[in-house]
């Protein structure tokens, strides 16, 4: 498939080659710029097994503009938003800045969240794969994403409806009123700012019970897969998933969430808009996350991002060529800004 250009993967680090850290370096590098990194700081690199050559490559990266690193590393979590031991938790409230590149999301976590009310910034990098250090999203501009971003940010934080369709039939809505927007738009140079990187977004947690509609996932969804020949229809009803329909996808989905034995897993927690032009489709999951163009639904917990849901999970589901409404004016367009 590779041929036809579906998966444009230019490195395949799935496999890693014993040099590929020498080309994560010049991303890991970039993420150390977008970060604002500098000499004497301390960086957090929180990890697993799974993903132990990209946290060198981050922390060398670190070590590199001065700062020294620390990488700590657990075994893999079982689900997306799973959250971690109290010493990681104690470690993310000290450090200057931290780094997650982990293959299970640790962005909807105590640990995260205590780390951003102490001050400290950082950046989620759930899924990283070492060929997403190397091209595609990490070549943007990400000081224009985050323009893009704040321009968005500042009519939806003053807009008390955001609605979201797609040409095969996503339609969904809910009311945001009193919801901060979170902008992960790829910098987190200040205090208590918060990244996706190499994502960029801006996101916002309805109002629990009132997101409603169908949103049909043909990019591809967290732990799940790419669902680009195989999408999964979601229903939303009073704030919850409460039905999920397709094939193979749709029923590793299903059984995704009822093993979690919680209710609260299927919480409608989020509506997602990307910002990232260079974003491939379909390559990794925070360039499906963050590409102009793709919106994506947040299941689960909303906690960590201005809602009052803890869920044992939170698993984003990413659709394309979304069209963005706020109070019924269209905002964003298939990745054209109208505003």
Request: hydrophobic share 40%; charged share 20%; aromatic share 6%.
């Amino acid at each position: 498939m590779s041929g036809r250009g579906e998966w444009p993967i230019s490195y395949w680090h799935y496999t890693p080659g014993s040099s590929s850290p020498i080309q994560m370096m010049r991303g890991a590098l970039k993420c150390m710029e977008c970060g604002g990194v500098k000499p004497g700081e301390t960086v957090l690199v929180s990890t697993d097994t799974n993903k132990l050559r990209i946290a060198e490559a981050l922390a060398g990266a670190a070590y590199a503009v001065g700062a020294t690193p620390i990488i700590i590393m657990i075994p893999p979590v079982k689900t997306h938003g799973a959250q971690l031991p109290e010493p990681v938790v104690a470690a993310f409230r000290e450090a200057d800045v931290f780094l997650q590149p982990s293959t299970w999301s640790q962005t909807h976590t105590k640990a995260r969240v205590e780390a951003i009310k102490a001050g400290k910034r950082g950046s989620t990098m759930c899924e990283i794969t070492e060929d997403a250090l190397c091209v595609g999203a990490i070549e943007a501009d990400y000081e224009a994403c985050d323009r893009m971003g704040r321009k968005l940010g500042a009519v939806l934080a003053e807009s008390k409806e955001i609605r979201v369709t797609s040409p095969l039939g996503t339609d969904l809505r809910g009311d945001v009123r009193g919801r901060p927007v979170q902008y992960e738009t790829g910098l987190f140079k200040k205090p208590g700012q918060f990244a996706a990187f190499p994502d960029s977004e801006i996101n916002i947690s309805p109002v629990e019970g009132t997101a409603e509609g169908k949103a049909v996932i043909d990019v591809s969804i967290m732990s799940v897969g790419v669902t680009l020949y195989d999408p999964v229809t979601l229903t939303i009803k009073g704030g919850k998933v409460v039905d999920i329909q397709g094939g193979p996808s749709a029923r590793r989905f299903r059984d995704t969430l009822e093993a979690l034995g919680d209710e609260k897993a299927y919480n409608y927690a989020e509506f997602g808009i990307g910002l990232n032009p260079c974003a491939r489709l379909a390559a990794t999951n925070l360039e499906d996350l963050g590409r102009l163009g793709n919106g994506h639904c947040g299941i689960g917990s909303n906690f960590a991002i201005g809602g009052k849901i803890l869920a044992p999970n939170h698993h984003d589901a990413m659709f394309k060529d979304a069209s963005v409404y706020f109070d019924g004016k269209l905002v964003l367009d298939k990745g054209v800004l109208k505003i």
